[in-house]
């Protein structure tokens, strides 16, 4: 199989453009990696690409969940599997695009520990709990059960404690028992797409804003009447904010703050986690055509 060509980036970064143009200049086609793009009915709050756009290049991974079903880095990582050994039939490079780094790392690395089918299930009932005695009863839970882990994952953490006791409840085995061990399974090239701080945060408050005129509110309400409100879908940034707004937990104005805020802090959350990456960092200001030959001039280096 060719080496897969990866582009990642922080949210509004500007990925789905140079993907467009770069898939037609490679002649291959799109693998989504983003957690949202995946449900069905969830357009607007994704920026998903577009019909026309899915009809220029054909994009894998996008609306292939129903908004009150569960997904996971596990299930992206098997659908994306078979698409590769596609792609290999018909000698495609495989160009993967999204700003959900974990979906990459589980798909290009083999981990110690391995989600599985279940886990989806171990995890709804761990939120389940969590809701019903809350954070600090589920940090006591890990501090019993791997008091390893507990020592370096923050009791405000909520995400990590819970994917600490996931991985006990599915593996039994604790998370600091195998931590960090990973075998490459494919040959890759990732880059990254970045902005100054200042300039990524004020196209994320233009891109909601832009998300609100075609009809955000609209498209939330219509989703939130339909589906159980602990849906997985529903957690997501642009619709979770709108929910406590629906809810009357707070009014339009500052559900619009929200979701800007919360955009930038995933945002920031993103590049973190990018620079622990084994990737190519490149300027997005630069235009299209250029990052193009940066791309390729990289990724057909021996």
């Given at each position: 199989m060719k080496?897969?060509?990866g582009?990642?980036?922080?949210t509004a970064?500007g990925k789905s453009?140079l993907?467009?143009?770069?898939?037609?200049?490679?002649n291959t086609?799109?693998i989504?990696a983003?957690?949202?793009?995946?449900?069905?009915?969830?357009?607007i709050g994704?920026?998903?690409?577009?019909?026309?756009?899915?009809?220029?290049?054909?994009h894998?991974l996008?609306?292939?969940v129903n908004?009150n079903?569960?997904?996971?880095?596990?299930?992206f990582k098997?659908e994306?599997?078979?698409?590769?050994?596609?792609f290999d039939?018909?000698?495609l490079i495989?160009?993967i695009v999204?700003?959900?780094g974990?979906?990459f790392?589980?798909l290009?690395?083999q981990f110690?520990?391995?989600?599985?089918?279940?886990?989806?299930?171990v995890?709804?009932?761990l939120?389940?709990l969590?809701?019903?005695?809350?954070?600090?009863?589920?940090?006591?839970?890990?501090?019993d059960i791997d008091?390893?882990?507990?020592?370096?994952i923050?009791?405000?953490d909520?995400k990590?404690?819970?994917?600490a006791?996931e991985?006990?409840?599915?593996?039994?085995r604790?998370?600091?028992s195998?931590q960090?061990?990973?075998?490459?399974?494919y040959s890759?090239?990732?880059?990254v797409l970045n902005?100054s701080r200042e300039?990524?945060?004020?196209?994320?408050n233009?891109?909601v804003d832009?998300m609100?005129?075609?009809?955000?509110?609209d498209?939330v309400?219509?989703?939130?009447k339909?589906?159980?409100?602990?849906s997985?879908?529903?957690?997501g940034?642009?619709y979770?904010?709108?929910i406590?707004?629906f809810n009357?937990?707070c009014?339009?104005?500052?559900s619009?703050e929200?979701?800007?805020q919360?955009s930038?802090?995933?945002?920031k959350r993103?590049?973190t986690?990018?620079?622990k990456?084994?990737?190519?960092?490149?300027d997005a200001?630069?235009?299209?055509?250029?990052?193009?030959?940066q791309?390729l001039?990289?990724y057909?280096?021996?």
């Amino acid at each position: 199989m060719k080496p897969i060509l990866g582009i990642l980036g922080p949210t509004a970064v500007g990925k789905s453009r140079l993907a467009l143009e770069l898939a037609q200049k490679l002649n291959t086609e799109i693998i989504s990696a983003d957690s949202m793009q995946i449900y069905k009915g969830f357009d607007i709050g994704t920026a998903k690409p577009t019909k026309e756009e899915q009809s220029i290049v054909k994009h894998h991974l996008i609306d292939i969940v129903n908004p009150n079903e569960s997904f996971s880095s596990y299930l992206f990582k098997k659908e994306a599997e078979k698409i590769l050994q596609d792609f290999d039939k018909r000698n495609l490079i495989p160009l993967i695009v999204g700003g959900t780094g974990f979906f990459f790392k589980n798909l290009l690395y083999q981990f110690d520990f391995e989600e599985g089918l279940d886990t989806c299930k171990v995890r709804e009932n761990l939120i389940q709990l969590k809701d019903k005695k809350g954070n600090d009863y589920m940090f006591s839970l890990l501090h019993d059960i791997d008091p390893q882990s507990a020592e370096i994952i923050h009791p405000n953490d909520i995400k990590k404690v819970l994917r600490a006791l996931e991985i006990y409840y599915t593996t039994g085995r604790t998370k600091s028992s195998g931590q960090n061990k990973q075998k490459p399974r494919y040959s890759y090239k990732l880059f990254v797409l970045n902005r100054s701080r200042e300039d990524l945060y004020n196209r994320i408050n233009m891109r909601v804003d832009k998300m609100l005129e075609k009809g955000l509110v609209d498209e939330v309400y219509s989703i939130y009447k339909t589906i159980p409100p602990n849906s997985q879908s529903l957690q997501g940034i642009g619709y979770k904010e709108l929910i406590a707004y629906f809810n009357g937990e707070c009014d339009l104005s500052q559900s619009i703050e929200l979701i800007k805020q919360h955009s930038r802090n995933y945002a920031k959350r993103q590049i973190t986690f990018y620079k622990k990456m084994d990737a190519f960092w490149l300027d997005a200001t630069l235009s299209t055509n250029e990052l193009i030959r940066q791309i390729l001039e990289i990724y057909n280096q021996k």
